[in-house]
């Protein structure tokens, strides 16, 4: 599977990367194949040469880096005087870069939104990704340490939790498009999975700043900012991943959600409830799954295997199937949950008692919709994802947020063709209006996010002074 959107951990130091700034090149730089060098800028060169003018305008121009900075500082601002502000709070954020021919730039540091669009002006990476913060950076005051301690550079201390969902995992249950290809159709598999998931995320753990980005191509990534979502260990990450993680994205061979136990999990019952109400939309009229051989016979198989259903229960489900598109598709579905209930019901399980127990609708429904989470991203803390914002390499799109996830259409996304366009005398035109509604949503989140801090922060700082108050009482 090709990963989207992220690039794989390396602590830093360990890459040692190092640049050298000297005027027209990036030298002695890590990359994937051999070094590279950005050549100085010709207009009247290749395709290239002006993508890479258009990126370096796209950059000085349009990527909101100021923005990027009040949302990652979260309320931590260097020029405030108040001592318990962590000063160095965002110098301290991995934020790397990618440059052409995927050469990385790993354990990148940024004093300040300023640095970090003069870097980007200078280097117009392809893709920019966040990591974590970590306990000291060598661009903040605390950079020694004594070889006995843990390396500060080498401590994550924070960082969002983040979701990464890819169109890819859902190639054994779309027939409308294969590979990096998506449509309106296949689209439907990801609402669903910002639906299922985001309810999860704020009802079952209780988080409340959630942005949802679409990846550039064919996914989709969700950062939780909570603070407790942002300090949470690797291991409680890894916790949650699993517990979000109803389908495994990695089934090759058949049906395999994970087996439902009595009592049914709160999470995969209202998940469930969710996901039914579009299971005759997209599996059976824009999939039509139940028209495929294929799909069909891991139905039967899984029915047979999970649910000990005989060859008469098979045949019965076989034949109803065939008469899908005889009917309406909310008739057969209906028809088709009875059928599934009752079958199951008389199956002949080893375990008899557990019969009424089991849940064969349920966990076919999971199986088809489910989202496909890859867990891997979410549970490192020090794991790189791509920022808001980004361009697409390949589609050229820009990873805006999901302003109505019920509306979204990937189609319409802005390019970077829409927002720069070269005039025929070699001037570049810049329009911000296609990126403006996505900028501004993405503010009106971050607004959020330090309104809460500031809450936050002035109820720490009550509470500290009522124990200064309680203190001098005695
Ligand atoms: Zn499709």
Known sequence: METEGEVPSVNPQQTGDMIIEEEGGVQEIATT??????????????????????MKSY?????????????????????????????????????????????????????????????CVKYRPQKIDIGAVFKASPKSSNFGFNDDEENPMQTC????????????DYNNVRTCCADAKICGKCWKYMKEAYIVIERALKEY???????????????VHAWVCDKRARQMTNEVRGSVAEHLRVVSGSDKSGIK???????????????????????????IEDQRLFESEEHVTKVLEFLRERFGVGDEGLRSIQKL??????????????????????????????????????????????YFMYPRIDINVSKGMNHLLKSPFCVHPKSKKISVPLLDVRTFNPDTVPK????????????????????KPYVDYFQMFVDNLEQENKKQQMAERAESRNEQGKNLDY
């Open 157 to 168: 201390v924070e960082r969002e939790f983040v979701i990464d969902i890819d169109m890819d």
């Open 205 to 219: 753990f209780g988080f409340r700043h959630i942005i949802w980005l679409f990846s550039g191509r064919r996914g």
């Open 33 to 54: 194949k051999d070094s590279t060098q950005v050549p100085i800028y010709s207009f009247y060169g290749t395709a290239e040469d002006q993508m890479r003018e258009i």
């Open 321 to 366: 199937i065939s008469r899908s598109n005889t009917m309406e598709s909310e008739t057969f579905f209906k028809k088709f949950e009875e059928e599934i209930e009752r079958i199951a019901s008389t199956a002949n399980l080893d375990n008899r008692r557990n019969k009424k127990k089991s849940y064969p609708m349920e966990e076919l429904v999971l």
């Open 257 to 283: 959600a994970e087996n439902l136990r009595y009592p049914i999990h709160h999470l995969a019952r209202k998940s469930y409830e969710e996901l039914r109400k579009s299971f005759t939309e997209i599996v």
């Open 416 to 435: 970077i063709g829409d927002l720069i366009t070269e005039r025929e005398d070699g001037f570049l035109i810049v329009n911000d209006k296609p990126l």
């Open 59 to 119: 950059y000085e121009n349009l990527f909101p880096f100021e923005l990027l900075e009040q949302w990652l500082r979260y309320g931590n601002d260097p020029n405030s005087k108040r001592a318990d502000v962590d000063k160095t709070f965002f110098a301290r954020r991995e934020i790397s870069l990618t440059l052409e021919n995927e050469a990385y730039l790993r354990n990148q540091y940024s004093h300040d939104w300023k640095e970090l669009k003069a870097k």
